[in-house]
Nanobody, 119 residues
Framework: VQLVESGGGLVQAGGSLRLSCAASESILSINVMSWYRQAPGEQRELVAAVTKSGDTKYADPVQGRFTISRDNVKNTMLLQMNSLKPEDTAVYYC??????????????WGQGTQVTVSS
């Protein structure tokens, strides 16, 4: 599965952006889709995740400001980011995890999209 992110850019603090992750094939078999981010000099961290059934999880810093969703028909995942802060500045990555029939978890990553929030 190939994942391609889009929607990043430069926005002022308090503004909004919507990131999109498009998959090259059906995501019905992808158990968990998630967004990660990595700021310069920092480790990559989980931002939000959504299961195939729609259950969601958010990192504490984005809880209440970001909303993750997935469309299993359009094979896309979205991240709506509101009330953006300068500390949200990072490269945002899309990740998909599939549990294979061999019980091995296969992970797929996108190439990342830059989000920059100015103060």
């Amino acid at each position: 599965v190939q994942l391609v992110e889009s929607g990043g850019g430069l926005v002022q603090a308090g503004g909004s952006l919507r990131l999109s992750c498009a998959a090259s094939e059906s995501i019905l078999s992808i158990n968990v889709m998630s967004w990660y981010r990595q700021a310069p000099g920092e480790q990559r961290e989980l931002v939000a995740a959504v299961t195939k059934s729609g259950d969601t999880k958010y990192a504490d810093p984005v809880q209440g400001r970001f909303t993750i969703s997935r469309d299993n028909v359009k094979n896309t995942m979205l991240l709506q980011m509101n009330s953006l802060k300068p500390e949200d500045t990072a490269v945002y990555y899309c990740k998909g995890e599939r549990l294979g029939t061999d019980r091995v978890v296969y992970a797929y990553w996108g190439q990342g999209t830059q989000v920059t929030v100015s103060s």
